[in-house]
């Protein structure tokens, strides 16, 4: 969401009809909200962290008289400083009103900046005793105060941080109040690691406490994906290998690292965007229906979808790494790490034994999007010879212009019988003008404030899908596995492309869509 946007209702009051009043299970609460931006000198804290905060403040469910906000890091700055460096982050980048300025100035109130190391008692205990000083001001019971840390950091000092934060932070009773800690991706490089850091995290904090966080769960299309799945008939006995012939998930951007080639470099595009976010959508693509919409019920199914994909076959995984990545000063001459990959996963199960999911991501390539392609199978006896026209298609733009259309044929206008490819189009900013789509980042801070866990990661999620991922990666870092090379501003490798139309893929010609104008 644009700051330069918002034009908010304003939620009433908090109190008991407040959506910040209740946990999952409906109980008002009493107790004042800190919440803690770890890392809040950070690119991540600054442009993310801080702009979701103010946008919930607005929206009202941050009560200035029930929350305040602290930020920690190692860098020594002032209160001051901090709210300098985020103001421009939250005023609008063109003509900010007078009320607008003033909202982000009361916003910038609530902050208080802690300096301090992640690693020693002394800075989280004086983040301690200022929570608890803020706790007492806002006439907050012991023990039904919330304590919420986000952890804007890498995962490197995650077990420190933790461990400062269960020694020296924590509830000092529990009588309905909580702890709860909010963790970045990537967490971990492979399934050894993810489970080592999961381990030395649960040996602290339980998982209820934990919110392993992935944007892509908060985005508004992603969150569509089981309203339309399993609220609309028509899709019902349609979704399965029986109607469906592949679904493609698909990443672009269209500018390379950027400046990140160092910490880029680390991970690659398999491990920064495949194994995390795609993987996270095919699961809601994939998965049988639930029997609730409670948490644990969404993700148990999550879980049985990841369990169920077969390991990877290296004839159907190609990977790219852009000409010019290189010339980075931050990354190694001899860099094996892809900025591209396509990689085919099959669920080996009775509703999808035979379909690929093509998962693909890349950087430098010619166009910027998020999409879920769902190719259905060709119609049996082609009266109407249009078979080369293309297939149907159920498209779910996730970003930019979010969209969910369905590809179509359709008699062309005139006096022949002749067919034409079409389209039924649901664009959100033409159908929901006015409407503000909120940042996934609001939405998912908001979750971890009312306790709901249902849009992020669970353990075992975690773990089964680096395990789907590990040897591969294993591979790759080894230098057995090439990155092969491609243009800038192009589609990626050549081979990218035929191994789409190995694994069943027809591709459209002559018909491209428009995002309709308003």
């Known amino acids: 969401m644009e700051t ?30 800190s919440i803690v931006v770890l890392g809040a000198s950070g690119d991540l804290a600054k442009k993310k962290t801080f702009p979701a905060l103010f946008h919930l403040y607005l929206q009202g469910f941050l009560p200035p008289d029930e929350v305040h906000i602290f930020g920690y890091a190692r860098t020594k700055i002032s209160d001051d400083e901090l709210r300098n460096r985020l103001r421009g982050y939250l005023v609008p980048k063109k003509g900010a009103s007078p009320q607008q300025l003033e909202d982000v100035e009361k916003f910038l109130q609530l902050i208080k900046y802690v300096s301090g190391s992640y690693d020693s008692e002394d800075g989280f205990r004086l983040l301690d005793k200022e929570i608890s000083e803020h706790e007492y001001l806002k006439n907050s019971v012991e023990g039904l105060s919330r304590r919420l840390f986000y952890l804007a950091l890498p995962p490197s000092v995650y077990p420190s941080v933790c461990k400062m934060i269960k020694t020296c932070c924590m509830n000092k009773s529990d009588l309905g109040g909580w702890t709860r800690v909010v963790v970045e991706k990537p967490f971990g490089k492979d399934l050894e690691s993810a489970e080592e850091l999961s381990t030395e995290i649960g040996k602290l904090f339980e998982e209820p406490q934990i919110y392993r966080i992935d944007h892509y769960l908060g985005k508004e299309l992603v969150q569509n994906l089981l309203v339309l799945r399993f609220a609309n008939r028509f899709f019902l ?9 592949n679904v493609q998930i698909v990443f672009r951007e269209d500018f390379g690292t950027d400046g990140r080639g160092g910490y880029f470099d680390q991970y690659g595009i398999i491990r920064d965007i495949i194994q995390n976010h795609l993987l996270q959508v095919l699961c809601l693509v994939a998965m049988e229906k639930p029997v609730s919409l409670r948490p644990e019920h969404i993700r148990d199914e999550k879980v049985k979808v990841l369990e169920s994909v077969l390991p990877i076959n290296d004839d159907e995984v190609v990977l790219g790494q852009y000409e010019g990545y290189k010339d980075d000063p931050t990354v190694p001459d001899e860099s094996n790490t892809p900025t591209f990959a396509t990689v085919v996963l099959r669920i080996h199960n009775e509703r999808w034994e035979g379909v690929p999911f093509i998962l693909k991501a890349g950087k430098a390539l010619n166009s910027r999007k998020a999409e879920i392609r769902v190719q259905f199978k060709d119609v049996p006896g082609d009266i109407f010879k249009c078979k080369k026209q293309g297939r149907n298609e159920c498209v779910i733009r996730l970003q930019p212009s979010e969209a969910i259309y369905m590809k179509l044929t359709v008699k062309q206008p005139g006096l022949e019988m002749s067919t034409v490819q079409s389209e039924l189009d649901l664009s959100y900013g033409q159908r929901y003008q006015g409407v503000t789509i909120p940042e996934a980042y609001e939405r998912l801070i908001l979750d971890t404030i009312r306790g709901d866990q249902q849009h992020f990661v669970r353990r075992d999620e975690l773990k089964a899908s680096w395990q789907i991922f590990t040897p591969l990666l294993h591979r790759i870092d080894e230098g057995e596995f090439k990155p092969l090379p491609y243009k800038p501003g192009s589609r990626g490798p050549a081979e990218a492309d035929q191994l789409l139309e190995k694994a069943g893929y027809v591709q459209t010609h002559g018909y491209i869509w428009i995002p309709p104008t308003l």
Do not use: K, Q, Y
């Open 237 to 245: 006995p349609l979704w399965n290998r029986d109607n469906i012939d």
């Open 4 to 33: 330069s946007e918002w034009h908010i209702e304003r939620r009433s009051s908090f109190g008991s009809e407040s959506p910040l009043a209740r946990e999952a299970g409906n109980v008002p609460e009493t107790g004042s909200l």
